[in-house]
């Protein structure tokens, strides 16, 4: 079946540190994967996303890694800062021929971030 | 420029009650998709509405259905609540069915079923 998972469920990292995130996917027709970001009492918020096309994507303190051989993404944020601190899903985009053009998310489960100061 | 607005915030029914959530999507988006995020899981698709019909829908039963209006504006309605149906519900607007960056997520409302 399908899915999209994460490895681990909580991380902590030291305030300054880098984090590394990590997701692994199962679909290898999956196009189209993004990261998005969760705080409390709010709705996930876009980071960064990443086409099969792509093995690396920049954006400011993060990176996304995709490596499609393993079926893996990560998620890289230099600096970790207080701020940082929330719930981190990879969401797979895949478009579904019955419905044209329409796309839809499938998320994974979650990783916890939690910055020590 | 207001982002995507959901109502109400949040939501106490009784089982086997029925209920209806809002959502108005941001300025100058027209497709509206609907998830349920259960207590420490990732959000689940429910179904997405474009120029007023539904287009694509996910694993739920036939209890949960939706609408769209002309505004774009749209319902989520569940009837005979479940215990289970207790979740997050997250709205999401974009343009023309489109994901990724130009999706944009409403803070949900928070249902519980009791």
């Known amino acids: 079946g399908e899915s999209v998972g994460l490895h681990l469920p909580t991380l902590s990292v030291q305030e300054g540190d880098n984090s590394i995130i990590n997701c692994a996917y199962s679909?290898?027709?999956?196009?189209?994967f993004i990261w998005y970001k969760q705080e409390s009492g709010k709705g996930p918020q876009f980071i960064i996303d990443?086409?099969?096309?792509?093995d690396k994507r920049q954006g400011q303190r993060v990176t996304v890694l995709l490596n499609k051989t393993v079926k893996h993404l990560s998620l890289q944020i230099a600096a970790t800062q207080p701020g940082d601190s929330a719930v981190y899903f990879c969401?797979?985009?895949?478009?579904?021929?019955?419905?044209?053009?329409?796309?839809?998310?499938?998320f994974g489960s979650g990783t916890q971030l939690t910055v020590l100061p | 420029d207001a982002g995507v607005t959901q109502s109400p915030t949040h939501l106490i029914k009784t089982r086997g009650q029925q209920v209806t959530l809002r959502c108005s999507p941001k300025?100058?988006?027209?497709?509206v998709s609907w998830y349920q995020q259960a207590l420490g899981q990732g959000p689940q698709f429910i179904f997405q509405y474009y120029e007023e019909e539904e287009r694509q829908r996910g694993n739920f039963p036939d209890r949960f259905s939706g609408h769209q209006f002309p505004n774009y504006s749209s319902e989520l309605n569940v009837n005979a609540l479940l215990l289970g149906d207790s979740a997050l519900y997250l709205c999401a607007s974009s343009i023309r069915q489109g994901v990724g960056y130009g999706y944009t997520f409403g803070s949900g409302t928070r249902l519980t079923v009791v």
């Open positions: 679909n290898s027709a999956s196009d189209y």
């Open positions: 990443i086409r099969s096309n792509m």
């Open positions: 300025s100058g988006h027209d497709t």
């Open positions: 969401a797979e985009n895949r478009a579904r021929r019955s419905s044209g053009s329409a796309r839809q998310l499938t």
